[in-house]
């Protein structure tokens, strides 16, 4: 697709020749008096194209904005039917190159498209750019492409601004051909330069080509503004390049909300968590007030770090310059709560939002699943649907998720089946990898596997993945090699099959079998991620990393506390000693497990005072255990 294209579209002899005759008379005459057959239409008479002319002649009276307002907004009614006599010499280059007029507005861009024929000594680049931009503005990308290709045809030239506009137009109707060959005409009208043009070309390549295309049209630009920073940090943070979005952002002469907005919300998107943090704190020390747009993105880099005391800290902020918090802050809250185990901060949250959407009621089902309440995720997905909430794909994945992390085999099948029959389109493989999961987990093997034959694709690594780990929790050994055959054929560098198949010839006692899968892990260079946990206390951020014997740390008060609960746990294997010990229903037996723990098992000069902290602890471990 090209700018001879939208040239072709509208029927013209050559490239360069834009001559039209004027309407033929039978068509404004099949306006005024449509066809018997036509029964639904708009009547119009459209101006005379000569009373136009005349208006612009005497512009001088009458203001150039109601002139383009002829153009920027639809005027006057026009007829919703098309005639054989008004639009035969379009219809035929409208097969070959896919841009059509867009229905019934075609009348005013006729007019537009007529003013280059009868009055094009009236014509200025500043009207026609206003013209091209309101178009545009209407999303009418194709007309305002072909508007622009008449004008290169004409005696006008195109500024600065022109470029900008049709730039940005071409970005939207994902045409990165045609915005090539604008960037082709700026080149040779000596305006790849401008700030304005260089922008624009940022963000075209940025969107949709490459980021070395987007950082050669942003080193061509001469005096690069705010925006093009932005716009090039945003590319190279789109494309995982941190450090480089890092050293633009601190080559940046000056700095805006939008700016730092790009850093913290790239840094989230990119796993960069820490950093989305640290540059949202280094925003509110320079000054800067965050906006709608900020916080969302801080307090989403918060929860992925499970980082409740900066959490906390965002919500005030969000409430002491925002105010009143909108649903996108809002539902940030709720996830943000109960990822990090808060679940009634979390409902406060969702009390609290006035107008709570279907994102609202997804984060907390997601919640619920995330602290393995299913019971409670299910409750509420049944209230979401009692008040006309229409659930959609993310709604049936969390309600899966919270079954299955809750061991509710049946009530997840039931789900499933129901969305089967009523929603099909709601169903994606991710939630055919929850139901797998689901039946492996509880050990129903057969099941899984017929589901499996069942499904209406291939199964990928994932669900091999899952059935893996229903084996090793279960000790299936024949069933997870032939997982791990699977898993191995679709990527035979994937470490992770290896060991969890050891893990399970470890737990059943065939330790050559464990022997040969560590020598191959070796001969084939495959290296281990060690697992890591971590938790705040206090503002301290503790981690930890499976067999660290490098710990430095071994007196300090929550490792100690750690390493009691561990000990008793191998102590007390065969009973439910969190039963015996720890009542979730109650904050005060939670306080009075750990001093009983801390009795029985402290042998160093220490005085543990159940808090808050400790109990936040316990429950990090009790997750850590998979209880």
């Given at each position: 697709m090209n700018l001879c294209d939208f040239c072709s579209t509208r029927s013209l002899c050559n490239h360069f020749n834009?001559?039209?005759?004027?309407?033929?008379?039978?068509?404004?005459?099949?306006?005024?008096?449509?066809?018997?057959?036509?029964?639904?239409?708009?009547?119009?008479?459209?101006p005379p194209v000569s009373d136009m002319k005349t208006s612009i002649q005497h512009h001088t009276k009458t203001p150039i904005k109601n002139i383009i307002s002829r153009f920027s907004t639809p005027h006057?009614?026009?007829?919703?039917?098309?005639?054989?006599?008004?639009?035969?010499?379009?219809?035929?280059?409208?097969?070959?190159?896919?841009?059509?007029?867009?229905?019934?507005?075609?009348?005013?861009?006729?007019?537009?498209?007529?003013?280059?024929?009868?009055?094009?000594?009236?014509?200025?680049?500043?009207?026609?750019?206003?013209?091209?931009?309101?178009?545009?503005?209407?999303?009418?990308?194709?007309?305002?492409?072909?508007?622009?290709?008449?004008?290169?045809?004409?005696?006008?030239?195109?500024?600065?601004?022109?470029?900008?506009?049709?730039?940005?137009?071409?970005?939207?109707?994902?045409?990165?051909?045609?915005?090539?060959?604008?960037?082709?005409?700026?080149?040779?009208?000596?305006?790849?330069?401008?700030?304005?043009?260089?922008?624009?070309?940022?963000d075209l390549y940025v969107k949709l080509s490459s980021i070395e295309e987007a950082q050669k049209a942003f080193e061509d630009t001469e005096y690069p503004n705010v925006v093009s920073y932005t716009t090039l940090i945003g590319g190279y943070l789109k494309s995982g390049r941190f450090e480089d979005a890092l050293r633009v952002f601190n080559e940046m002469p000056e700095r805006n909300v939008i700016s730092w907005n790009a850093m913290v919300g790239g840094c989230s998107k990119i796993g960069h968590n820490e950093e989305a943090v640290k540059f949202f704190i280094d925003m509110l020390r320079e000054g800067f007030i965050p906006n709608e747009s900020t916080f969302p993105c801080a307090i989403s880099a918060a929860s992925n770090i499970a980082s409740l005391g900066f959490g906390r800290s965002f919500h005030a902020c969000a409430i002491k310059f925002l105010g009143k918090l909108n649903d996108f802050v809002g539902n940030s809250l709720i996830s943000f709560y109960a990822k990090c185990g808060s679940m009634k901060d979390s409902l406060l949250i969702f009390d609290k939002i006035c107008k709570r959407n279907v994102v609202s009621w997804n984060a907390v089902i997601c919640g619920y699943a995330h602290n393995g309440r299913g019971a409670e995720a299910i409750s509420l997905f049944e209230r979401m649907c009692s008040e006309g909430i229409k659930p959609n794909k993310v709604s049936l994945l969390g309600l899966l998720l919270a079954c299955n992390h809750a061991g509710l085999v049946d009530e997840g099948f039931l789900y499933f089946n129901k969305a089967r029959i009523e929603s099909p389109n709601l169903l994606k493989p991710e939630h055919y990898a929850c139901m797998v999961d689901l039946l492996a987990r509880s050990g129903r093997f057969t099941e899984a596997q017929n589901f499996i034959r069942r499904m209406p694709f291939n199964p990928g690594i994932g669900f091999w993945k899952a059935i893996l780990g229903g084996c090793q929790i279960h000790h299936?050994?024949?069933?997870?090699?032939?997982?791990?055959?699977?898993?191995?054929?679709?990527?035979?560098?994937?470490?992770?099959?290896?060991?969890?198949?050891?893990?399970?010839?470890?737990?059943?006692?065939?330790?050559?079998?464990?022997?040969?899968?560590?020598?191959?892990?070796?001969?084939?260079?495959?290296?281990?991620?060690?697992?890591?946990?971590?938790?705040?206390?206090?503002?301290?951020?503790?981690?930890?990393?499976?067999?660290?014997?490098?710990?430095?740390?071994?007196?300090?008060?929550i490792d100690v506390l750690l390493r009691i609960f561990l000990l008793h746990s191998r102590e007390n294997e065969s009973s439910d000693w969190l039963n015996n010990y720890c009542d979730f229903s109650a904050i005060e037996n939670l306080g009075r497990a750990i001093q009983r723990l801390v009795t029985k098992y402290n042998t160093q000069i220490l005085v543990i005072t159940p808090t808050k902290e400790h109990i936040d602890l316990l429950a990090f471990y009790l997750i850590c255990l998979g209880t």
């Open positions: 834009f001559r039209q005759p004027p309407p033929a008379v039978t068509t404004w005459n099949h306006c005024r008096h449509p066809p018997p057959e036509a029964t639904s239409f708009s009547l119009v008479i459209p006057f009614p026009f007829c919703t039917y098309q005639t054989k006599t008004h639009h035969s010499h379009d219809k035929t280059n409208f097969l070959h190159t896919g841009f059509q007029p867009n229905g019934s507005d075609s009348i005013t861009f006729d007019v537009a498209c007529n003013m280059f024929d009868e009055m094009p000594e009236l014509l200025t680049v500043g009207l026609v750019t206003e013209i091209i931009t309101s178009f545009s503005k209407q999303s009418r990308h194709e007309d305002a492409i072909y508007l622009f290709s008449r004008m290169l045809a004409s005696t006008i030239r195109p500024n600065e601004f022109t470029f900008g506009t049709v730039l940005n137009t071409s970005t939207r109707l994902g045409k990165v051909g045609v915005g090539k060959q604008i960037h082709g005409c700026a080149i040779k009208t000596s305006l790849c330069s401008n700030v304005f043009v260089g922008s624009a070309l940022v299936n050994i024949e069933l997870g090699e032939l997982a791990a055959k699977n898993i191995l054929a679709l990527d035979p560098d994937d470490v992770s099959s290896y060991v969890m198949m050891s893990n399970a010839h470890s737990a059943a006692g065939r330790w050559s079998d464990v022997a040969r899968l560590r020598t191959e892990i070796q001969e084939k260079g495959m290296k281990r991620i060690p697992g890591s946990s971590w938790i705040e206390v206090k503002g301290k951020v503790h981690a930890f990393l499976k067999a660290d014997e490098n710990n430095n740390n071994k007196n300090d008060e």
